[in-house]
Structure formats: C-alpha cells, structure tokens
Nanobody, 120 residues
C-alpha cells in the first residue's frame, strides 16, 4: 500500500501564493506519476498537474503559468507551487499516485486532501 499525506493548505488572499506538499510512504514503484487534483464545492474533481518518475510534467491548460509541480525523490515528496491565486482556485486539493504510464489515467492511491481557500 501507499500512503499520501498532503499539507500546506490554508487561507490566502487573492494574488497570493501557497505551496502544497505531498509526502509518500509505503510501497514504491519503478514507473509512476504523482498528481494533484482539486474539487471545488458543487463541482467535479479536476486534474491539476502531474509529474512522472522521470520528472516529466503535465498541467491543466487553464493553470499553466500559475501552478508548478515538482518532486524531491530523496524525500519522496511532491510539491505544488501555486501563484497568483484566484477565488476560483478555492477547493480541496488532493495528491494521488498512479502506477505506470500516462499522467491523466486512473490514479491508484489518494491522500485525504487539504483545503485551499482564496479570499478576495
């Protein structure tokens, strides 16, 4: 099994920044993707960004340029740097892990989520 623990969420003013962290533990895989998803109230969960074991990245088109995903293999941690935050970025942000290829396929393991609230 894999355990994913997110941290770094909170309340921030519009235009501000936050960095989310996701610490992974447990079983390891040779080929995998670590992804961030978010779910706003009343909306479906949506893909935000992902990074592969080879450090290739993928982003939701609408978030490119404001959000950056990165990873620290030594710490088994993936980060999501969020800049120029907008009210519509308010959501619960989830970390997830997918075995194998493809950033946008079905993810196998999920964290519990961390709340990000952007105020005007």
């Amino acid at each position: 099994q894999v355990q994913l623990v997110e941290s770094g969420g909170g309340l921030v003013q519009a235009g501000g920044s936050l960095r989310l962290s996701c610490a992974a533990s447990g079983r390891t895989f040779t080929m995998f993707y670590m992804g961030w998803f978010r779910q706003a109230p009343g909306k479906e969960r949506e893909f935000v960004a992902a990074i592969s074991w080879r450090d290739s990245t993928a982003y939701a088109d609408s978030l490119k340029g404001r959000f950056t995903i990165s990873g620290d293999n030594a710490k088994n941690t993936v980060y999501l740097q969020m800049n120029s935050l907008k009210r519509e970025d308010t959501a619960v942000y989830y970390c997830a892990m997918r075995k194998g290829f493809g950033a946008r396929g079905e993810y196998d393991y999920w964290g519990q989520g961390t709340q990000v609230t952007v105020s005007s």
